[in-house]
Structures are given as structure tokens and as C-alpha cells.
């Protein structure tokens, strides 16, 4: 499986603020995704980062809210804008290695805090 | 402060105990069936994925089974250990091409006692 990273871990935002999470996989990808895990929460999907191209948006999730970027095959990042405490979460980026179909892989997440 | 999330449906068991742990999925289109384990403080981890052609596949120390007619899927953990201690997620593929819409349940925690 794919190594993945995320930066930063954690952490603690003040309201109005926004906060970009890098996501880096040590090879090629075929997709990238981005989740949300509020807290005690499963996980629920915010988009598809699209290599090149806008990514694509599950339904409750907007671009200008979270914009997303994927400028190559092993790199995507996510921004969280004008943070309120409600978007206090866990931020997971997966990805689907070459040659997995379906397979989705975690990276550790980035834990947020809003005040 | 931290919001108040779901309680999670707990599963307890003694060490060396065999641990089930149980999914309902929604979607009868679902094609591909993954289940995850979950460390405090960490992303889910991949453990064993099973298709819609099969209703059983094992791995190490692992087993999941596959109901499409009531639409139900289980872990069966053998020789359950310490660290088998998470919260275990089932997520579905809705399939249809849509590679990676993995849609996940509530999770389960599972607290094994030494």
C-alpha cells in the first residue's frame, strides 16, 4: 500500500481563519480523496481531487468553503475557509494506488480545532 | 468544548476470545465492501474488502462474511488480542464505476480485556 502524509497533525485555529492541509503519497495515485470525521463521527466524504481539474463535490460540500487542489499525481491539498467551531474535525485524505481498483488507503489525518 | 458525536455500539471480549462484529449496508447496488480498523489518533487502517461475487474471504486471523439478501456484512476476528482494540467501520461501494464513493457505517469499538 501507499505511504501517506499529512501536514500539518494538528492544529488550533482561531474563527474566521483559514487552514490548508497538505496531503503526499510516496507514488503514483490514481485518485485522492478528502473526508471529514467529526468528533465520535464516521467518516463522510467531502470530494474527489481531480488531477488538473476542479475537484468534485459531495453533496453539502462547497469549493469556496473547501477549496481543493491536486496539481500532480502524488500531491492535494485541502483549505478549510473561514473556519467557525463547527468545523472541528478530522481531516483524512485517501488514496487509490495504481493498480488497486477500489482499494482506498488512509493517511493518519489532521485533527482541527476551531475557537 | 468537544460536540457531542454518536455513542458508538461497544463490543467487549475477553483476550483469545473470537470477536464478531456486524454491518448493515444500504444500498443493494453496493458492489464492494471494505471494513477498516480505527487506533485513537490515527486514519483508518485497511483490513480486508470482500466483492459482491463472494460471500466469504478470509485474511490473517480475519474473516468477512457477505449477506446481499438481507444486506449484511460482518468481521469475525479469531484469537482476539489487545491490540485488535479500535473502532472497526464498514464502508460500501455504491459501484456502478464510481471508483472510490465509499459510503461508511457508524463503527463499532471493540475493547478487548487482558
Known amino acids: 500500500s501507499a505511504v501517506i502524509s499529512q501536514k500539518p497533525s494538528r492544529d488550533i485555529c482561531q474563527r474566521g481563519t483559514s487552514l490548508t492541509i497538505q496531503c503526499q503519497v510516496d507514488s503514483q495515485v490514481t485518485m485522492m480523496f478528502w473526508y471529514r470525521q467529526q468528533p465520535g463521527q464516521s467518516l463522510t466524504l467531502i470530494a474527489t481531487a481531480n488531477q488538473g481539474s476542479e475537484a468534485t463535490y459531495e453533496s453539502g460540500f462547497v469549493i469556496d468553503k473547501f477549496p481543493i487542489s491536486r496539481p500532480n499525481l502524488t500531491f492535494s491539498t485541502l483549505t478549510v475557509s473561514n473556519m467557525s467551531p463547527e468545523d472541528s474535525s478530522i481531516y483524512l485524505c485517501?488514496?487509490?494506488?495504481?493498480?488497486?481498483?477500489?482499494?482506498?488507503?488512509f493517511g493518519p489525518g489532521t485533527r482541527l480545532t476551531v475557537l | 468544548g468537544e460536540s457531542v458525536g454518536l455513542h458508538l455500539p461497544t463490543l467487549s471480549v475477553q483476550e483469545g476470545d473470537n470477536s464478531i462484529i456486524n454491518c448493515a449496508y444500504s444500498n443493494s447496488a453496493s458492489d464492494y465492501f471494505i471494513w477498516y480498523k480505527q487506533e485513537s489518533g490515527k486514519g483508518p487502517q485497511f483490513i480486508i474488502d470482500i466483492r459482491s461475487n463472494m460471500d466469504k474471504r478470509q485474511g490473517q486471523r480475519v474473516t468477512v462474511l457477505l449477506n446481499k439478501t438481507v444486506k449484511h456484512l460482518s468481521l469475525q476476528i479469531a484469537a482476539t488480542q489487545p491490540g485488535d482494540s479500535a473502532v472497526y467501520f464498514c464502508?460500501?461501494?455504491?459501484?456502478?464505476?464510481?471508483?472510490?464513493?465509499?459510503?461508511f457505517g457508524k463503527g463499532t469499538k471493540l475493547s478487548v480485556k487482558p
Open positions: 464502508a460500501e461501494n455504491i459501484g456502478g464505476g464510481s471508483q472510490g464513493n465509499l459510503i
Open positions: 485517501s488514496v487509490v494506488p495504481r493498480g488497486r481498483w477500489d482499494e482506498q488507503f
